[in-house]
Every structure is written in structure tokens, then in C-alpha cells.
């Protein structure tokens, strides 16, 4: 081969293992730590739709900036049966059309699902799943941090349990894990009814006459009557599909004193079958509690694109679900969403003009938003993160990505654009992979 040539083909591999790193360091930068959710469904067989909205539930990933640990025995509360097991009490208080829950059958619905969801233990499935528990039998079982590793991006030997538990900086890098990952993983139960154009169309029929009946009884005449009929035509042709939806959100407990009795007691990184069921028979250490409820009906929803009855309840659900997500994450500091800068926008001469991230109206962003832009900082001594505020940005008029389930499909303002474009109000230079966290967040350090 000619000097020339492997010239040539050296310079080409630089060049190709030089993109390979930038693609790299890219990616690297816009890894973050996600709060980890499941989400669950309180299903109403008796239901008209309740069969579709079950579908539909089912068919939904979990929203894209929660890490999904999802618990696949637990996705649906059966308002008749519990996972198969005949309730023995009245179950839910039930959201229809003209009853509006109270305050206190809404405590009543959110309390009730706690003491569900620790009789059946889903806090110890989700720690199971944290420290990847598997093995046929308790006699094979063994515990990992691979997930805990990947989410949290720790070095393996920073979390090896056996190895952490004799450094002080590895005992705070197990405290780091737990408040930064398990603390943040959360249980989302949606309790979702509806109400149809049918239900809406009946409403306004009895309305209707009732008004019409007492304008004849003054004048005697039938246009009351008349007037009735064609009201309840008018309601009868309106196609409309609207969903109330019930969020009640729960938080894993995660503290000091959970964690030694795990790490002592139960933790095992090879076959130890007395400390696999030491874990496997804990009935009382592992537990969720309820932090936050909301609540979305929108009686002036209208889709814009033409969908199968089944694909409309789909999207007017999923839609439902992200705005009480939104919602819980602005009313609970702890389920507040981080996203990664994805880039800084430059014109053609270099001057920065913007920032982009990928969120969208689906996280809730108008023209109103304020967001912080922080840093994530590890302190190479304890390996104990912080957050360093950095600058204050707003979303730019007309460059909000409408991000919503099917908002292509309907053709939607925004829909089409690949990022939303956020402009700084305040502070110093942003970098790609920096943090946006909606509002002021209480653990950034000024």
C-alpha cells in the first residue's frame, strides 16, 4: 500500500474515532437520574367503557422522563376483586356524572389504596426489583445493584454492597443511591370513569323538559314541549367522550434505618437462603406512603383528528394521565421532573439564541413556565450528589413542542417541531446536560 494511501486511511480512522467519541461524550452528558415510577389502574368492570379504558391503560408506556419499574403482577385494583381475592369491604367511592367526590371519600379512596398496596406488599416488590432479586428458589436467590448501578450512573465498585459497607465513602454512596433513586421511586394510581355524550344528552333531555313544562304551565301552550324535543336532538348528535380521572400518588419509604436492615439483614450478594428469607417473610419494613392527590376533567376537551372509538378513549386518557402528572409534580417537591439540556441553539454567526430540551406540552409548558437550569455535582470524597443552580430560562413564544399522544395526527400547532426552545432570564452560561426542574427546587445550593 502507498505512503499516501495509509495516510489517507489513518486520518480517516481519526476522524471516524473522533466522531465516535464526540457521539459519545454526547450521549454521556445528556444521561440523567429519573425519579422511577409504576403506574396502576382501578378498574370498573361494571362499566360500559371500563373494558376499552383497561386497554387503553394497558397499552400506555410509562411517560419517558420516569424510569419504568413497574411491577407486572400489580397493574390493575379490580373494583369488584383484588388481585383475585373477593374484597370484603365497600372498595372505592366511585367519581360519575353528576357526583362530584368529596374531600373526605377522596381520603377515604386514597388511604384505602395505601393499606392496599402494603397488604400486598408492592413496597418489597419494588425494592426486589431495585437490587435485581432473582432465583428460582430462597436457597438460589441473590441480590444485585446492576439497576442501581445503570440509573444512577455509579461506578460497580461504588455500589459492590460487600465492598461499600467497610469505606465511609462507600456507605455514602449507598446513601446517595437510596435518597437520589430508591427515595424517588413512586406508585401512580389512576381511578378513571367517564362521562359520554349519552350520559350528557340525558341530562340536558330532563333539563330541557322540566323548563319546557313549566313554560307551558304558564302560557298554556306546547312550544315549551317542542323546544324540549329538539334540545334533546340537538344533545343526543353531540359524539362527545370525557374521561374523569382520579391520580393518587404514593412514595416509597426509603431512609437510614430502612436501609441497615437492609443491607444487614437482607442483602445478599450470593446464595444466603436465611437472609433471602428474612427478606421474603418482612412484613413491616417495607412500605409506601400517600403523598399527593389530583384530579383533571376537562368538560371543553375536544379532539381535533378522527379516531376508532377505541383509539379516542386511548388518547383522552393518556392525555388525562399527563396532566394530573403534571400537576402532582408541581403540588410534590419529590416528583418534580429533571430534564437534560439537549442543546445550545446558535445562529449563524456563533451568538447563542436559545436552549433546547425535549419536553413539550405533554409536561405541561405554556408561555408562563419558569424553569431552573442546575447541575448535578458528585463530590469525588463521599460520592454525595448536589445541585448547583446555574440560570433561569422561560420557553420561547411559538417554539413549545406539542408533544401530547396523537398530536401529530391532529395536526396540532407544535406538533411537528423536535424540541421546545427555552431563552435565559438570568444566571450564567448553560451547557448541554445540565438539568431544567421546573419552578425552585429546595436541594439546589446557590
Known amino acids: 500500500m502507498r505512503t499516501s494511501q495509509i495516510s489517507n486511511l489513518k486520518s480517516l480512522i481519526i476522524v471516524f474515532c473522533t466522531c465516535a467519541v464526540i457521539a459519545a461524550q454526547a450521549q454521556n452528558t445528556l444521561s440523567y437520574r429519573r425519579n422511577s415510577l409504576a403506574t396502576m389502574l382501578v378498574y370498573h368492570p361494571e362499566d360500559e367503557f371500563g373494558k376499552e379504558i383497561y386497554r387503553a391503560f394497558d397499552s400506555l408506556p410509562i411517560p419517558d422522563k420516569y424510569d419504568d419499574h413497574t411491577i407486572s403482577s ?25 357526583h ?60 459492590d454492597v460487600a465492598l461499600a459497607l467497610q469505606t465511609t465513602r462507600g456507605v455514602a454512596t449507598l446513601s446517595d443511591a437510596g435518597e437520589e433513586l430508591l427515595n424517588h421511586t413512586f406508585v401512580l394510581v389512576n381511578d378513571i370513569t367517564y ?83 428474612a427478606f421474603l417473610n418482612d412484613k413491616s419494613t417495607y412500605r409506601l406512603k400517600y403523598v399527593a392527590h389530583e384530579y383533571e376533567f376537562d368538560k371543553k376537551s375536544v379532539l381535533k383528528g378522527q379516531y376508532t372509538r377505541t383509539e379516542l378513549v386511548r388518547t383522552i386518557c393518556a392525555r388525562s394521565m399527563d ?7 408541581k403540588q410534590y417537591e419529590d416528583f418534580k421532573v429533571k430534564t437534560p439540556v439537549y442543546s ?40 454525595k450528589t448536589t445541585y448547583k443552580y446555574v440560570a433561569t430560562v422561560k420557553p420561547k413564544k411559538g ?48
Open 74 to 98: 400489580a397493574r390493575v385494583i379490580n373494583n369488584n376483586t383484588i388481585w383475585g381475592v373477593q374484597r370484603l369491604d365497600s372498595g372505592y367511592y366511585k367519581a360519575t356524572y353528576g
Open 100 to 159: 362530584q367526590l368529596s374531600a373526605s371519600e377522596l381520603k377515604a379512596n386514597a388511604l384505602y389504596t395505601e393499606r392496599l398496596l402494603n397488604d400486598h406488599e408492592i413496597a418489597k416488590k419494588m425494592v426486589a426489583k431495585w437490587f435485581g432479586l432473582t432465583g428460582d428458589t430462597p436457597e438460589e436467590a441473590t441480590f444485585n445493584t446492576s439497576l442501581i448501578q445503570t440509573r444512577g450512573q455509579y461506578n460497580a465498585t461504588d455500589v
Open 323 to 329: 396532566k394530573n402528572i403534571v400537576a402532582l409534580a
Open 195 to 277: 362521562v359520554t355524550a349519552e350520559q350528557e344528552a340525558e341530562a340536558a333531555k330532563i333539563a330541557m323538559n322540566v323548563v319546557g313544562g313549566l313554560f307551558d304551565a304558564f302560557t298554556g301552550g306546547k312550544s315549551g314541549r317542542q323546544l324540549a324535543s329538539a334540545g334533546g336532538a340537538i344533545a343526543d348528535s353531540f359524539t362527545g367522550f370525557k374521561v374523569k380521572t382520579h391520580s393518587y400518588l404514593y412514595q416509597l419509604v426509603w431512609n437510614d434505618s430502612i436501609a441497615a436492615i437492609f443491607y444487614q439483614n437482607h442483602y445478599t450478594g450470593t446464595p444466603n437462603e436465611e437472609k433471602i428469607r
Open 399 to 446: 417554539a413549545i413542542w406539542d408533544n401530547r399522544y396523537n398530536a401529530v395526527i391532529e395536526k396540532a400547532d407544535g406538533a411537528t417541531l423536535p424540541y421546545t426552545t427555552f431563552t435565559k432570564t438570568a444566571g450564567g452560561e448553560i451547557l448541554p446536560g445540565m438539568l431544567l426542574i421546573e419552578g425552585k427546587y429546595r436541594k439546589i445550593e446557590e
Open 344 to 383: 445550545v441553539l446558535t445562529n449563524e454567526r456563533g451568538k447563542v439564541e436559545g436552549y433546547a430540551a425535549k419536553i413539550g406540552m405533554k409536561e405541561g409548558i405554556s408561555e408562563n413556565s419558569k424553569f431552573q437550569v442546575v447541575q448535578r455535582l458528585q463530590d469525588p470524597e463521599t460520592g
